[in-house]
């Protein structure tokens, strides 16, 4: 899968399915119209379409895969896991063991890969078509039934044995062959993928319950009544089977015989209610049609799941990939209406290849003025007209055998038959077979087919009692299965209008009509196909037969097929759309008058404002084309191929297409691929170029914000600081001031005496010295102490210093002012500035500062002193 999703070209590589699946992903990454894909697989039954379809999901489900994990819980598993663990669940309960094939698919499958525009796998869904239902009661010799019954017969635990009653080597009709061991009855595998779709355990074997109970049912056997009036008795063991039934289903196993075995008629204006009693062939195909209409409805049910947990809402997808599965062509001994729906439905899926491959493509090269010789093929138109053509073929016969209300003769459908489609020259019968039939030329060969119970099948009846029955069920799945709703509720009011004019909804016209769906959807998409061979009829491994497989390639159109692709061009693009995907391959020129508008091809005016015709807006579109070309390959000329009308040109240039081959196309992507590196390239060196001139702009205007900013910063510091210091020296200037107002208002307190002159002094020292020989009285206030301290002399310690502290400091109790003399030693005036010089008086008065009175020590002082400003920090100031 890597080999082939990395290769640059898928054409050098040897054939694979992953080749096709990759071109179809790489069409849907490229967006070339139709953008959605559908691959067709195909072949006879065991020729391995089952196998390939597996491969094809596996191989989307990794290259699509998204690399971001799913939201919700780890329970949740993603989409890819999902959409593969549905193979397994569908092929146990849809595929079987024919004679031709372990493992064939018993019904249609078309499996739509959703994709977003990322294109990773977002979502699928699946559209089944024709369930072989009948295979649940009916086997043929040496077949199976679906696997879904042997895995639950071989892999239930011995608890669920005992729960559902299946003892190990038990026998059931309806199992026929289950010696035979397959890797298809793995029961665990079915258990584990049912459960990653989201059906829990509890749901799961309620589902399986319901199943064990139809193996109960099919062992129910009846004897022919005795009298026609009488009920059909039950065989010896038959008994126990329908009580088991009964338990299995949660119904009365009365309500079930009587289903069973007694018809409920409605007749008459008055609605009169008739019970007939059934015979043995009657109640067979009674219980048979239980069975069938139970497993159907749980196969449409475990589909809606599937595609519940797959499926999201169209808006989260843009483009699909579809893969479409169907049941190979059939050919048995014996072959009823199942095989003829089966062919009919390959023979409209090779009508839909010769078409679009065989007819279309060179209808085509012929209109868009290519030299082409036709190719022969054989057109398979006439056998489908055969089979669904209007105003007669075989379905439009069998829809009105079905709404005749009489019962139904082979022999009388045979003659009917012969007589509307003897001048088909695809239909023909064996005329020496004792049994009615009739023989269709298929495609593929010609297969004989019994008319005996066709138009039984094609009716596919269901009696109501059988519904009710199912409906008053008190098992939850079948209540889910048979929901009692308006409509059948009002069933019994309108019998009467039913049985007037009945409204029959046929097999054939179920399938028919989602045939045409789904071709509808096969051809609004680009289709692929994809033939599965089959190497040798016994399905035995590495076996060649050389005849068988050339029989199959000439039956199913391949020799033609690969003889037009040899001769022609496998991709063909309108221009307009060409020119939309690659006009950036086209260099650049000067503009020319209206060339450049012509040459683009996209304008719709030109020169002097006339509109362009249709035929001059082709031209031009034709010519920009070839410029295209022209540029590429200047040797090659895309103008037309050879005279020969082998196509040896890689291109050619028809009146609206262009028309390449795989190589001209690889090489296109190739070049588009590097021009838009190239620009790319330009874009993000451009776009960086501007990223760092942007980011230098920044860098430089964040520079210049930055230095402004811290520009203004600075100054607005500055200037706080500034005001900040004048406030301080404006303080300090202002308490400074009062500081020495104070001190020399305590100075003024000092009592003048009479001034004595020292003899022979000078002049100079006339004021000065008297003040010094005089005896001074200060008086100085008791507070503050630090003016008081200030000037005591420092280095005075021991008893003189507090002989010259104590006496300053000595305080009477009154707070009148008193007077302490001191002998003056020399001469001079005392200060608070200076040491004592001699004997001081101090004139205690109350001061006019705050705490002024407050004394440092709680204990009379005897002497005071001057000369320190804090003595004793633990003795004069507290903490």
């Not at 009693?277 to 749980?298: F, G, H, M, Q, W």
Request: proline share 5%; hydrophobic share 35%.
């Amino acid at each position: 899968m890597k080999e082939y999703h990395t290769a640059t070209c898928l054409q050098e590589l040897k054939p694979h399915v992953f080749a096709v699946a990759e071109e179809t992903y790489r069409n849907v990454k490229s967006q070339i119209p139709p953008v959605n894909q559908s691959i067709i697989v195909s072949g006879e039954s065991g020729a391995g379409k089952t196998w390939t379809s597996r491969c094809l999901m596996r191989f989307y489900a990794t290259v699509a895969t998204s690399s971001t994990t799913p939201k919700g819980s780890m329970t949740v598993e993603r989409i890819e896991k999902r959409v593969l663990d549905s193979n397994p669940v569908m092929e146990a309960f849809g595929n079987a063991c024919t004679l031709r094939n372990s493992n064939s698919s018993r019904f249609g499958k078309y499996i739509q890969l959703q994709l977003n525009r990322s294109q990773h796998l977002t979502s699928a869904s699946i559209q089944t078509f024709l369930l072989e239902k009948t295979r649940v009661a009916y086997q043929a010799p040496h077949e199976r039934n679906f696997h879904i019954f042997y895995q639950i017969a071989k892999g239930a635990t011995q608890e669920e044995r005992v729960k559902w009653n299946l003892p190990e080597g038990s026998h059931f009709c309806w199992l026929p062959n289950p010696e035979k061991s397959l890797e298809e009855d793995d029961f665990d595998v079915t258990r584990e993928a049912m459960f990653h779709l989201g059906i829990d355990h509890d749901v799961q074997d309620n589902v399986f319950k319901v199943l064990a109970g139809l193996l109960h049912l099919g062992n129910v056997q009846f004897l022919e009544p005795e009298d026609e009036s009488q009920l059909c008795k039950l065989e010896d063991h038959a008994k126990d089977f329908a009580k088991t039934t009964s338990r299995l289903l949660k119904v009365p196993v009365d309500q079930l015989l009587e289903a069973l075995r007694i018809r409920t008629i409605t007749a008459g204006k008055q609605q009169q209610i008739f019970q007939k009693p059934c015979l043995k062939a009657e109640c067979e195909t009674r219980r048979d049609c239980l069975a069938k209409v139970i497993y159907s409805n749980v196969f449409d049910w475990l589909v809606k799941v599937i595609n519940g947990n797959i499926y999201a809402d169209p808006s989260e997808w843009s483009n699909f990939i579809g893969l479409l599965d169907v049941y190979g062509f059939e050919s048995f001994p014996e072959n009823h209406l199942e095989q003829l729906c089966i062919n009919y439905a390959n023979e409209k899926l090779q009508q839909h290849f010769v078409s679009h491959f065989l007819k279309a493509q060179q209808e085509e090269y012929a209109m868009e003025g290519l030299e082409w010789s036709f190719v022969s093929y054989q057109d398979n138109q006439s056998c489908l007209d055969a089979i669904e053509g209007s105003p007669i073929s075989l379905f439009s016969l069998l829809n009105e055998e079905c709404r005749l209300n009489r019962s139904s003769n082979a022999s009388q459908f045979q003659t009917r038959i012969d007589a509307a489609l003897s001048s088909n020259q695809c239909i023909s019968r064996d005329r020496f077979s004792k049994k009615p039939n009739f023989i269709v030329s298929h495609y593929a060969g010609s297969v004989c087919y019994q008319v005996e119970d066709m138009v039984e099948k094609n009716k596919d009846p269901v009696p109501p009692e059988l519904v009710m029955m199912l409906q008053q069920s008190q098992d939850s799945m079948l209540q889910k299965l048979f929901p009692v709703s308006a409509v059948s509720q009002q069933t019994k009011k309108n019998d009467i209008k039913a049985q007037t004019k009945p409204v029959v909804v046929t097999v054939v016209s179920k399938f028919k009509g989602s045939l045409e769906q789904l071709m509808a959807i096969l051809h609004s998409t680009t289709p692929h196909y994809i033939r599965c061979i089959k190497p040798n009829v016994e399905c035995e491994a590495a076996v060649f037969r050389k005849d068988e497989v050339l029989c199959q390639l000439e039956a199913c159109g391949i020799v033609e097929a690969i003889n037009i692709s040899a001769a022609g061009y496998p991709i063909r693009i309108s221009f307009r759309s060409f020119l939309e995907r690659y006009k950036l391959l086209k260099k650049s020129r000067k503009p020319n008058s209206t060339s450049v508008q012509q040459g683009n091809g996209l304008a719709h005016d030109i020169g002097n404002g006339w509109a362009a015709s249709p035929e001059d807006e082709d031209k031009a579109l034709h010519s920009a084309v070839q410029d295209i070309f022209q540029q590429m390959h200047p040797r090659v000329s895309p103008l037309g191929p050879t005279e020969s009308g082998s196509c040896a040109a890689p291109v050619y240039c028809g009146k609206t297409k262009v028309f390449m081959t795989n190589s001209m196309l690889e090489l296109l992507e190739a070049r588009r691929a590097g021009v838009l590196s190239e620009k790319a390239s330009c874009i993000q060196y451009f776009w960086q170029k501007f990223k760092r001139r942007k980011l230098e702009r920044q860098r430089r205007c964040a520079t210049v914000i930055q230095s402004a900013v811290r520009s203004w910063l600075a100054r607005r510091h500055f200037q706080r600081v500034r005001r900040a210091a004048t406030v301080i020296k404006r303080a300090w200037r202002k308490w400074k001031a009062k500081m020495e107002a104070l001190a020399d208002e305590e100075l003024d307190y000092v009592e003048e005496k009479p001034l004595t002159f020292v003899p022979g002094a000078a002049s100079s020292q006339s004021r000065a010295e008297p003040k010094k020989s005089q005896s001074l009285s200060a008086r100085i206030p008791f507070w503050p102490f630090g003016l008081v301290l200030s000037m005591v002399p420092v280095m005075v310690c021991g008893f003189r210093r507090d002989c010259a502290l104590l006496p300053c400091l000595q305080v009477s109790q009154r707070h009148d002012c008193k007077k302490a003399g001191a002998e003056v030693s020399g001469n001079g005036v005392a200060s608070i500035r200076a040491a004592p010089q001699g004997s001081i008086r101090f004139h205690c008065k109350k001061s006019p500062l705050p705490y002024a009175d407050t004394r440092p020590h709680t204990h009379n002082c005897v002497l005071t002193g001057l000369n320190r400003i804090l003595l004793d920090s633990c003795m004069l100031l507290p903490g």
